[in-house]
């Protein structure tokens, strides 16, 4: 029986460029789909299921980011990985793509030994973890079926929030750093700023916010964060 391969949609409108990434992922065992718009990653979509998008920005008609939203949106896309691709390096640039649902933000140009370290780890990110339901407080987590429900009612979280609660509901009471909380969600050796974490969280207790629990995500003056039900 032949080994499955992880597949990765590459939505980039310059064919050269799409090209490189194609041939990178491909010389790293990945196969790949490719798309020059939006329209044409929809279509894609419609007849496969990549488990990871790498998603330039500025593309024609809809914009990478607003089609990351629009993924966000879907209940077929929704917990699909995104990592962005853009020349946009400016802080608050990465601060939007990361609060519109994106994954991972990489800033052209990068090398194609960083793009692959990147794609593995939010690869493990979205598939790791532990298969028993947790329950704390409201929230009960189910690793199996990656459902977060408050009470009966289920929370929609991106694959990164997702990944965040789970490690906190993992570890009730403890206070991370934002290093530590950077190791041990996103990986090591994956090179991206520690206000990355905070932009998350916001994301998260927004989340959490409607079922009461936003306050749950605990912060702790000069030390980081701590996920507990006590006051």
Request: charged share 30%; no cysteine; glycine share 8%.
């Amino acid at each position: 029986m032949s080994e499955r391969v992880t597949i990765i949609l590459v939505v980039e409108d310059e064919v050269a460029i799409r090209d490189m990434i194609g041939m990178s992922l491909e010389r790293a065992g990945f196969r790949w789909l490719g798309a020059g718009s939006v329209e044409e990653a929809r279509g894609v979509l419609a007849d496969n299921a990549p488990e990871l998008i790498l998603l330039d920005w500025m593309l024609p008609g809809v914009s990478g980011l607003d089609f990351a939203r629009q993924l966000r949106r879907d209940d077929n896309t929704r917990d699909m990985p995104v990592i962005m691709l853009t020349a946009r390096d400016a802080e608050e640039d990465m601060i939007r793509g990361l609060e519109g649902g994106v994954d991972d933000y990489l800033t052209k140009p990068f090398s194609t030994r960083e793009l692959v370290a990147r794609i593995k780890s939010v690869l493990r990110r979205a598939g790791s973890g532990d298969e028993a339901p947790i329950t704390i407080g409201p929230l009960t987590l189910e690793p199996a079926s990656h459902r977060v429900r408050a009470g009966e009612e289920k929370i929609q979280l991106g694959p990164t929030e997702y990944r965040l609660l789970q490690f906190f509901m993992q570890h009730p009471e403890r206070v991370f750093a934002r290093d530590q909380l950077l190791d041990r969600v996103w990986g090591r050796n994956v090179y991206i700023d520690d206000r990355t974490v905070d932009v998350h969280i916001r994301r998260l207790r927004k989340a959490l916010e409607p079922h009461q629990a936003a306050g749950l995500i605990q912060t702790v003056r000069g030390a980081g964060y701590r996920f507990s039900t006590q006051e």
